[in-house]
């Protein structure tokens, strides 16, 4: 299947932990993003890299690290983790990034206790 | 900034149509999106328009652009109990290089029998 696909679906940790969220997409994309949703269903994005090249880093703590080791992956990294990271967390990818639409992986829904 | 509105909720009855409203502020938008979140799940691609269009069908689905006001509006005709889920208008907005994709607060809709 072609898809934006994103592991873990769920992730349960204690505050102050290191995680990861893996993000793949086999659309044949250049252009990947991170998007958080919090309680209320807002959506705000986080980061966008084209071609391994962040373009977008938008008021993030510097807890979280966008890794993309080539167009295909786009993964982040997140250290001691707070009660406020609890959200769920979007990958996204879309041909250029300028006006084409994004396509969503499932989600991961990260809960920090 | 870029600022995108919506209601919140919708209730409709099966069978009837539904409308989403939706207003924006950026005037450089080129595209507007239509997504659709069913619960648990991630953002699905409905539908968009091109901003120098002021009306797309796609079976079910119309949207109607009026530029001049900045409003989008999504009309589902027969809305059916699987149309329930929370739709999400979005433009894709400058961001320094980038044209970052900002959504609205989401419209949860709900059909009832």
């Known amino acids: 299947d072609t898809a934006v696909s994103q592991t873990p679906k769920y992730l349960v940790t204690q505050m102050g932990n290191d995680k990861s969220i893996k993000c793949e997409q086999n659309l044949g994309h250049d252009t990947m993003y991170w998007y958080k949703q919090d309680s209320k269903k807002f959506l705000k994005i986080m980061f966008s890299?084209?071609?391994?090249?962040?373009?977008i880093n938008e008021t993030v703590p510097n807890r979280f690290s966008p890794k993309s080791p080539d167009k295909a992956h786009l993964n982040l990294h997140i250290n001691s983790l707070e009660l406020g990271d609890s959200a769920v967390y979007f990958c996204?990818?879309?041909?250029?990034?300028?006006?084409?639409?994004?396509?969503f992986g499932n989600g991961t829904r990260l809960t920090v206790t | 900034g870029e600022d995108v509105e919506q209601s919140l909720f919708l209730s409709v009855r099966e069978g009837d149509s539904s409308v989403i409203n939706c207003t924006y502020t950026?005037?450089?938008?080129?595209?507007l999106y239509w997504y659709k979140q069913e619960p648990g799940a991630g953002l699905q691609l409905l539908t968009y328009?091109?901003?120098?269009?002021d009306m797309k069908q796609d079976q079910r689905l119309t949207v109607l652009l009026n530029k001049k006001d900045k409003h989008l509006s999504l009309r589902i005709a027969d809305t059916q109990t699987g149309d329930s889920a929370i739709y999400f208008c979005?433009?894709?907005?400058?961001?320094?290089?980038?044209?970052?994709?900002?959504f609205g607060s989401g419209t949860q809709l709900t059909v009832l029998p």
């Open positions: 890299y084209n071609n391994k090249e962040l373009i």
């Open positions: 996204a990818s879309s041909l250029g990034f300028v006006n084409s639409p994004l396509h």
């Open positions: 979005a433009e894709r907005a400058i961001s320094g290089s980038a044209r970052q994709l900002t």
């Open positions: 328009i091109f901003s120098n269009m």
């Open positions: 950026d005037s450089s938008s080129t595209y």
